[in-house]
């Protein structure tokens, strides 16, 4: 039977993340340790990893933090088969996450797995439908056959709760020390280039959403665009943009559907925040200085010498 730890980056915990906590630890599959990379030893209240046997707390600085290095670290750490990356704003559906996600090991060719990610109590209607449109009910596999057909979407596979076959994230040489985000697509490009395939498990569920103004969405669609351009090796040559376009046609429709047509506003503004932005993002290396630490949601990694 594979061996499972898992990884959670924190800073300034709250609820949420004593929820999730609670969860993992009334999980039916047995999880050997609860890794926390935590940002700055200040804000973590000390209790928690008290009260949490299997939990071990290791600190980094603000500075220190990057979205690949601190990851990576983590999975270092661990000596698991298997090594669930999670955030600190994900909770688990019901005891049968880590279960769901581990059987999707159970094939030798599949080198990650990602679980499904469901609306938070109090999410817009946009985003519950966002959520439906990036997760859907449906489990499949992606492997190195499918980027002509699905582009972009073959490498999707996402940090809020995702396993990584340990020997072969070695293998692959882990996630990029330095990035300003998208650690997990950068690494799933490789992953499906060297052969190795994507599990989406359906049933592997996770309660996760935020409600992003079109100025957010402005900022992450920046920075992912930024880190797309930096890693051509991962991304050149795959299509993305058409999937933005399918989600606002089939978004608006719902909206629409659903007696809600004033939501059809929200949907345009979002998303031509999130298309100027990704937009600039490519352009990055053409942007003065100024305008880029305007644009991005990631001021430190830019602050570093030499950026």
Same mark, same amino acid.
């Given at each position: 039977m594979l061996t499972a730890d898992i990884l959670i980056p924190a800073y300034r915990p709250d609820e949420r993340f004593e929820k999730l906590l609670k969860r993992l630890d009334a999980q039916c599959c047995p999880i050997r340790r609860v890794i926390v990379m935590n940002t700055e030893k200040a804000f973590f209240p000390k209790e928690i990893a008290e009260q949490y046997g299997r939990v071990e707390v290791h600190h980094v600085t603000k500075s220190e933090f990057d979205h690949g290095g601190t990851r990576d670290r983590g999975i270092r750490l661990s000596d698991a088969d298997v090594v669930v990356c999670m955030t600190q704003d994900a909770v688990p559906k019901d005891r049968h996450l880590i279960e769901n996600l581990m059987k999707a090991f159970e094939d030798p060719e599949v080198w990650a797995a990602y679980a499904r990610q469901l609306p938070a109590e109090g999410c817009s209607e946009v985003e519950a439908y966002t959520r439906s449109f990036n997760y859907p009910p449906e #489990? /499949?596999?992606? *492997?190195?056959? &499918?980027?002509?057909? %699905? =582009? +972009?979407?073959?490498?999707?596979? #996402?940090? @809020?709760?995702?396993?990584?076959?340990? &020997? /072969?994230?070695? $293998?692959? =040489?882990?996630? $990029?020390?330095?990035? +300003?985000?998208? $650690?997990? %697509? +950068?690494?799933? *490009?490789?992953?499906?280039? !060297?052969? =190795?395939? +994507?599990?989406?498990? !359906?049933?592997? /569920? @996770?309660i996760h959403s935020h409600n992003y103004s079109a100025m957010q969405q402005f900022h992450r669609y920046f920075d992912l665009a930024v880190s797309q351009t930096m890693h051509p090796e991962a991304f050149a040559g795959v299509r993305s943009e058409s999937e933005g376009v399918r989600l606002v046609k089939k978004c608006a429709g719902h909206c629409i559907r659903v007696g809600k047509p004033w939501l059809v506003f929200s949907v345009v503004t979002q998303n031509a925040g999130k298309f100027l932005g990704y937009r600039l993002g490519k352009r990055y290396k053409k942007l003065p200085r100024k305008l880029i630490l305007k644009c991005t949601m990631n001021r430190s990694f830019w602050q570093e010498e030499g950026r």
């Open positions: #489990s /499949r596999r992606k *492997g190195k056959e &499918d980027l002509p057909a %699905m =582009g +972009i979407k073959a490498f999707f596979c #996402s940090n @809020v709760c995702a396993a990584w076959r340990r &020997d /072969r994230y070695l $293998e692959l =040489g882990g996630f $990029e020390k330095r990035t +300003i985000f998208n $650690e997990d %697509m +950068i690494l799933a *490009g490789k992953l499906l280039q !060297a052969g =190795g395939r +994507i599990a989406y498990c !359906a049933d592997a /569920r @996770v």
